[in-house]
């Protein structure tokens, strides 16, 4: 247990290390956006003064390390300024308070996601791997090919035409606000929750079974045969504990997707999460949101590996029980 | 459990009639098991002897009705105890398994599922099958452990797989079979990948078990000298044909079959030794170790002399191969010196010349791993050729064909891949590329390991028929003892990195031995059926 701990600590501070390294790119590469918010907001007339002044005041003109280590510094503490566009006059809006409601509803799709995509993914998996080579084996993954090998906001407007026009169960438009009530909120999301889960469905499906089929050439799998065991006990019982390990880096790599890769989906529904906000802070140069959505995906992605690692680890006897 | 009534010694309990097996192999049947009778009585060991190839793992497996991914039964029956098991659903095939016929495979430490712990494993078909409650189960398998002797054997099975030693772990194997008490086991080479001063103690252990029960059992290896302790009776396969069965006494003494006889040959080739003061490599006082905590070589010293050949023998993990990567350079020692011609040679490969290099060659064990799948053997024996002596284009190509010529193979073999070469030619061609260097030392890493008995001794006779010629020097590692008497001048013990003894062959095979030699001596199987018996009774008094 002492050795499990050990790591996961040990990857717990490569993960901040890494966290650490992914501001200073997010912060400089941010630099190297032509143009900014001030020229981007006074139009293509403004003189080099008024840019300059408005500058000053959003002490853009200090030098940049000063800015990051500002910016880093005020981050950890989780505090992560102040958006420009939300600041009017004396009134400035906070970037958590921009981003919060947003996270939420991102977090909240997600996991909805998650919650339908992973069991189903791992069932029809391990169904392939028991009755592989055969027709249901050869369906499923044809159609988990299929659904993987189109772009989501096809496959999005798909749903869209059969469920919310044709069949009218779903409305369009996913918007939701703060006082959405929680069954509501999984009413209007769930169309493009089930777009995004036929598109990661595919992948983690894919890996289960070959993981799984990967070990069913091991000794260990024909003693279990020879011991009397069921098809489906074998793959349970003795091949998918061992098969643990790569099935869940591809499933964190997935979830990962599930909070930063859904912005075109959230484009389609008109859903109100980060993604689409990010865009838009992209394009308007909010620099404050941008770093700060930039570096919850970083720590999404390093978290859901984290966690997969430690799955990983749990899951190998001869790290868990040392000799 | 079985009745116990109905075991009555010398009722046919397995019968196999003009069995045929066919297995898949470049997308075409072929006949593995060319239509084999076979009858089993009750309390009876059947030993099945062959090299690789002959159907005997996919023989035993018949008897469970189990044929692997890429074979199928196509003829015969199959009768175990009045049920045809070729007309048998794969649910009743489901219940025979594990629980009246079990199997105790090669390598325990494969075998077992390295997710599960031991004791679970050991019950498992006693639990899946309902033949006990699992408290019943647990209180049995305890009491197995400890008939085979295992260590502390109330808690051993709490331990994974990973946390016992390859002996124990074997034992382990046997105990799980006999959880549900079967009429019939199949012993699949159960200690092959054993040293011998294990296998001692797992051979007693399953022959003792399987006396207590009364269980019959088919016991397949291709070592005579075992079989001899284990089976009543004895089947020489080859090819999927019978050639031979008798009653074990007397398949020992007058074998009817050339192929038989032959099956002895290498236990009786032996060169007289022939020592040589001129020494050509000298190793002083080395240590070496992977990573710096464990000394894997300790205060090794080994002189070897020119054109002599001077045998490495230990168990697993006593340093022999070290040894071989400490002299290529390939791992750099941490004490000690090394000298080659009178010349100490530098630690790391990397700062050696390359004349140096050529002339210290090795041979490996697996040529299946240590030959490049993607070249011809043209290119394989060349590259030495180039490297080292600068040959090119048709020279170097007429320098290839009389190296092959040497190995004893003609030149159309030249433009052939590794794939299209059986085993001994592949090792062949190893010794070759080894040769093209012209080296003065060859070291050989159990390089007759992976071979059948015969390939075995051909390889071997090879060996030192390129040393007349050449006056190479071999420094030969094996585990093997047989090996060591045929090949040998010099002989040198290891033991937990150290050397435990050396000097001229008779020497070291006759007494007074160190105590780990006389060990690892009387460790070696003979052809007696009652050298385990006698050895077991001597250990006993001592």
């Known amino acids: 247990m ?3 701990l050990k790591t996961v600590l040990q990857r717990l501070g490569l993960g901040l290390i890494t966290l650490f390294a992914v501001s200073i790119i997010i912060f400089s590469s941010l630099q190297m956006l032509p143009g900014g918010y001030a020229q981007n907001i ?15 005041e ?30 009017t006059g004396t009134i400035k809006r906070s970037v958590s308070a921009i981003i919060g409601p947003r996270l939420f509803n991102t977090f909240f799709l997600a996991s909805m996601a998650a919650i339908i995509a992973v069991p189903l993914s791992l069932a029809l998996g391990l169904l392939a791997a028991l009755y592989r080579n055969s027709w249901y084996d050869r369906i499923i993954n044809s159609v988990t090919l299929t659904t993987i090998a189109m772009p989501e906001f096809f496959i999005a407007y798909i749903l869209v035409f059969v469920f919310a026009v044709k069949l009218r169960w779903f409305s369009p438009l996913s918007t939701v606000g703060e006082h959405t009530p929680f069954l509501e909120h999984i009413y209007r999301a769930a169309l493009p929750a089930l777009t995004m889960t036929l598109v990661i469905v595919a992948h983690m499906m894919r890996m289960t079974r070959a993981s799984v089929l990967n ?16 098809k489906a006990y074998v793959i349970l019982r003795h091949a998918l504990p061992n098969a643990w390990a790569p099935i869940a880096t591809v499933v964190a790599f997935n979830l990962a997707y599930l909070v930063v890769g859904v912005v075109v989906v959230e484009v389609v529904y008109v859903y109100p999460g980060i993604g689409q906000m990010m865009v838009d802070a992209v394009s308007s140069r909010d620099m404050p949101v941008v770093q700060a959505c930039a570096l919850i995906f970083a720590a999404t992605y390093i978290t859901l590996n984290l966690l997969a690692d430690i799955i990983s680890i749990t899951t190998n006897p001869r790290l868990l029980h040392p000799k | 459990m079985a009745n116990d009534t109905k075991r009555v010694k010398g009722d046919i309990l397995l019968e196999i009639k003009g069995l045929k097996i066919d297995g898949k192999s470049d997308d075409q049947w072929k006949p593995i098991i060319k239509g084999i009778d076979l009858t089993l009585r009750r309390g009876e060991v059947l030993g099945l002897i062959g090299e690789s190839g002959a159907g005997k793992s996919t023989l035993g497996l018949a008897a469970m009705a189990f044929a692997r991914p890429g074979c199928r039964i196509t003829a015969g029956t199959i009768v175990f105890d009045g049920m045809d098991l070729t007309a048998a659903d794969e649910a009743q095939k489901r219940g025979l398994r594990g629980s009246r016929i079990a199997y105790v495979a090669q390598s325990a430490a494969a075998s077992f599922n390295p997710a599960h712990r031991i004791l679970e494993q050991t019950i498992e078909t006693a ?34 797989p990973h946390q016992v030693s390859g002996g124990q772990l074997q034992r382990a194997m046997t105990a799980m079979s006999m959880s549900c008490r079967p009429d019939l086991i199949i012993f699949d080479e159960p200690t092959t990948a054993l040293d011998v001063t294990t296998q001692v103690e797992v051979l007693a252990a399953m022959r003792n078990i399987v006396e207590q029960f009364n269980t019959a059992a088919i016991y397949i290896t291709h070592d005579l000298a075992v079989v001899a302790q284990m089976a009543h009776r004895i089947m020489v396969l080859r090819y999927g044909n019978l050639v031979e069965e008798a009653p074990t006494r007397e398949m020992l003494k007058q074998p009817t079959q050339d192929y038989t006889k032959s099956l002895w040959a290498v236990r009786k080739l032996e060169k007289p030794e022939s020592p040589n003061s001129d020494i050509v490599l000298s190793i002083n006082h080395v240590d070496a170790s992977y990573g710096g905590k464990v000394k ?51 630690r790391a490969l990397i700062d050696r010349d390359r004349d140096t290099l050529r002339r210290i060659q090795m041979i490996y064990q697996s040529a299946d791993t240590a030959l490049n799948p993607r070249q011809r053997v043209r290119d394989i024996i060349g590259r030495p050729l180039e490297f080292y002596l600068g040959l090119k284009g048709a020279d170097r190509d007429r320098k290839v064909v009389s190296l092959l010529e040497s190995i004893e193979l003609d030149e159309t073999y030249i433009d052939r891949f590794p794939s299209e070469l059986s085993g001994g030619q592949k090792q062949r061609v190893s010794i070759a590329r080894a040769l093209a260097a012209e080296p003065e030392l060859i070291i050989c890493d159990e390089v007759t390991s992976a071979l059948d008995q015969i390939v075995q001794e051909e390889i071997l006779k090879l060996l030192m028929k390129l040393q007349k010629d050449t006056n190479v020097t071999y420094l030969f590692i094996t585990h093997d003892i047989a090996t060591v008497r045929a090949i040998s001048d010099e002989i040198v013990v290891m033991h937990k990195g150290k050397v435990v003894q050396q000097g001229l062959k008779s020497k070291v095979l006759n007494p007074p031995y160190p105590a780990y030699t006389e060990l690892l001596l009387s460790s070696v199987p003979e052809m007696d059926p009652d050298w385990l018996t006698n050895l077991l009774k001597k250990r006993a008094k001592a």
């Open chain 1, 58 to 87: 959003l002490g853009l003109d200090r030098p940049a390390t000063v800015r990051y280590v500002e910016w880093i510094g005020n981050a950890v503490r989780g505090d992560f300024g102040n958006s420009y566009s939300g600041t």
């Open chain 1, 2 to 4: 002492n050795l499990v």
């Open chain 1, 42 to 56: 006074l139009g293509q007339g403004a003189t080099p003064e008024t840019v300059k002044n408005f500058n000053h």
């Open chain 2, 127 to 160: 639990i899946t099958h309902n033949i006990m409650p699992r408290e019943k189960a647990e209180t049995d398998a305890r009491d197995l452990y400890k008939r085979l002797q295992l260590p502390n054997p109330d808690t051993i099975g709490t331990r994974f």
């Open chain 1, 215 to 230: 070990l069913l050439s091991s000794p260990y799998i024909e003693m279990a045969q020879l011991k009397g065991a069921s």
């Open chain 2, 296 to 346: 894997v070589l300790d205060d090794v010293s080994v002189q070897v002399p020119r054109g002599r050949t001077v045998a490495v023998v230990g168990e697993s993990g006593s340093g022999k191969s070290t040894l071989a990567r400490a002299i290529t350079g390939l791992l750099p020692i941490s004490a000690g010196d090394i000298s080659f011609n009178g010349k100490k040679l530098s």
